[in-house]
């Protein structure tokens, strides 16, 4: 399907939804196809009243679901939820109840009439553990495996490039995760292309739905395992409310066994383990056969995902020098770092960065979680990237009582994050290890939401040429306009690069420097 058509979908589904939302502010049901259509949430069917006794009556009211995934998914305490198309909001507040303060539950929707009106659910239901976001499903605004369960309720049929949302899902699913959806499904036969070439029953939930075997393999070339599909409801003509009746009656070439049904699909991401052993045990195939089932990634502007571009090798971030050291020095390195990277440092960074209890940041090159130690307390989510294992392990140790942090083994140059994640973000000592810290500045900036903050501290430039072999700096610090100039080219704005203090870089005893540790601060989209 052509981007033309898709943009239409698109427009078609946003103008039907928020039309939805609004109706909810004035009382009036809504529904996704009417009191009896074909994902019409009928909500006392689809939730039990102690669930409903759980969330405001417009969450109830603008449920326009064809499930309860809530229920489905077997949620567990602890466990981080993403609702794909969370509409009033009451799938994502259920899934908070379930999943406890120590869990997280994301809503993800791309109309704001819909996040307006699920925020002040949120609000009216006294949950806390929940974050609502502006996004599409083609393009999730999360990073790499930071989530336990994916659940949407009649949405995903919803999506013109049902392949990226999957592939999408795949990508943002922690190992062992679970997809736990309800959905539109085709079965017996399939739809004509009349059908689904009308707008608005696009929108009313019955043009987009995949046949059951198409869900099946497109759910397996995303990557995931364990696809399993069972029928809640099997829909009639007279489900159909009337509105699409002249719609359908001009569709010709139905298949006489094609049914419509709403499901509970399910599928699973395999654990770290599993996933070498297949990979391994299908070498036999071709490089391009396997890459096809790998989860799509985001670097250097580019994405990737099933039928899309390749993404290139990732440019790695440091040296063999620089990890050797680094693996050398990680259970010392919290020593060693004190005599020039401080707690003054520390909150001299996170002072610029405009953090809210909301936020939620990285901290790339996050070593052995100094700064994240910091930053957790302060915010709903902080994500620490690191390419030494070494580090990160020590890391686990040092913030194994901070549960709202996450740890990922990754190049900086090429995070394995979609492209507006994050609120802010930090690099501390990071730059001066960075090949090419113009494109390393570059790919911080792209993870960083509209408005969201850069803050990098390291050290100005200096002539202790002793440092490339004791601590493997590849660069003597750095001017300050040269940094503010990678900033601007980066598109950051309202840049500031400043002295935070006067620091003793003690890599040996006998050995001490003087250097001038600066903070640079720049804003996106300002």
Known sequence: MGETNEQEIRDAVQKRYAAAARQVKVQRRA?????????????????????????????????????????????????????????????????????????MAYGLDMTDEMLELARENATRAGVANVQFLKGEMESIPLPDASVDVI?????????????RVLSEAFRVLKPGGRFAVADMVVQ????????????????????????????????AGAGFEGVDLQVLKVYTKDDVPEEYHEELSKAQGADPDTRVISAFVKARKALEGERKTRIAIGKAGSDNELRGHLPGTRAAGLQGSVGGPTVPPA?????????????????????????????????????????????????????????????????????????????????????SELPNVELKLSEGASLPVAAGSFDAVFANMYLHHAPDPAAAIAELARVLKPSGRLVITDMDKHDHEWLREEMADLWMGFERSEVEG?????????????????????????????????????????
């Open 31 to 103: 529904s996704c196809c009417s009191d009896s259509g074909c994902c019409d949430s009928h909500t006392p069917q689809l939730y039990d009243l102690s669930q409903l006794a759980e969330v405001p009556d417009n969450a109830a009211l603008a449920s326009l679901g064809c499930g309860n995934p809530t229920l489905l998914a077997e949620l567990k305490p602890g466990e981080t939820v993403l609702d794909l198309g969370s509409g009033g909001g009451i799938d994502v507040l259920l899934s908070a109840r379930r999943v406890g303060p120590s869990g």
């Open 151 to 163: 659940i949407s309720n009649c949405v995903i049929n919803l999506s013109a490039d049902k392949d």
């Open 188 to 219: 017996g036969g399939s739809l004509p292309d009349s059908v689904r070439k009308v707008m608005s029953l696009w929108a009313g939930c019955i043009a987009g739905a995949l046949s059951e075997e198409e869900y099946r393999q497109k759910l």
């Open 315 to 399: 440019k790695g971030c440091c040296g063999d020098q620089v990890k050797s050291y680094f693996r050398r020095v990680a259970t010392q390195w919290d020593q060693l770092r004190q005599g020039y990277f401080t707690e003054e440092v520390r909150e001299s960074a996170m002072a610029r960065a405009g953090l809210t209890p909301e936020s939620v940041v990285a901290d790339v090159g996050a070593g052995t979680g100094f700064m994240l130690a910091g930053l957790a307390p302060r915010v709903r989510q902080a994500y620490g990237f690191d390419n030494s294992p070494e580090m990160l392990d020590v890391a686990r140790a040092n913030l």
């Open 486 to 526: 990678w900033y601007r080219a980066a598109g950051l704005s309202d840049i500031r690069v400043e002295c935070t203090e006067r620091s003793c870089c003690a890599a040996s005893a006998s050995r001490e420097a003087s250097i001038s540790v600066f903070v640079a601060c720049g804003i996106v989209g300002a």
